[in-house]
């Protein structure tokens, strides 16, 4: 449960990567709500918040939207293209986390690359169905790809384990919603659960309803 939010003016938001399958991050907010056990962002995020339990802060970079805007022109000075490489939201929070609903800046960053008119790949990871709220704008943009983190198909293990993110059904639910807009999805199916790796079963049985959605 969030106790801490700090809103804050960033210096950096859209940020160089060596991460596989990606050209530059956009971490709209440090920190996640969703406070989910096995998350690696936990450890990334400690050196700012030594006291504080995972999913009890969030800062929130208020100005990311004017940042990107800034970035984006000049990038696009240096390389005479509106096409940078793979754009992803986001490394070390959920891009949709609670409090998005009430900031939105993944969608005003959003809302600035479809008024720059960005040329490159732009792809987001969530366990949230919120994200649905921004299909309008992902059918404006070039090349776009979202992605649902999805553990379990059971939604008892996905809430003791992400235990303030949306339950893994209503993740399926959007991921199905998006596919019938036309627009791409993936699932990114980690960290691989004990049993799957026991029970051959149990693994078909998730990657089957995925493929169905």
Not at 36 to 52: E, G, L, N, S, V
Not at 104 to 129: E, I, W
Not at 157 to 184: D, Y
Not at 191 to 204: R, Y
Request: aromatic share 10%.
């Amino acid at each position: 449960m969030i106790s801490k939010v700090n809103e804050f003016l960033a210096k950096t938001i859209l940020t160089k990567t060596n991460l596989p399958g990606c050209d530059y991050v956009i971490n709209p907010y440090n920190g996640c709500q969703f406070a989910c056990m096995y998350c690696y962002a936990a450890q990334i995020a400690r050196w700012k918040h030594p006291k504080d339990v995972w999913g009890t802060y969030l800062d929130v970079k208020i100005n990311a939207p004017e940042l990107l805007k800034k970035d984006l022109e000049k990038l696009e000075k240096k390389f005479n293209k509106k096409d940078f490489g793979i754009i992803w939201f986001s490394s070390v929070t959920d891009p949709y986390t609670g409090l998005e609903a009430k900031y939105q800046l993944t969608r005003k960053c959003l809302q600035v690359l479809v008024d720059f008119d960005y040329q490159g790949q732009v792809a987001l990871q969530t366990k949230s169905p919120l994200i649905t709220r921004d299909i309008d704008l992902f059918k404006k943009l070039k090349d776009v790809s979202i992605g649902f983190t999805v553990t379990t198909l059971d939604d008892q293990v996905s809430q003791f384990l992400e235990v303030e993110a949306p339950p893994v059904s209503t993740r399926i639910e959007a991921m199905e919603k998006l596919n019938r807009e036309g627009i791409p999805t993936y699932a990114f199916v980690g960290p691989v659960l004990p049993h799957f790796i026991k029970s051959k079963a149990e693994i078909n049985k998730l990657l089957e309803r995925l493929q169905k959605a």
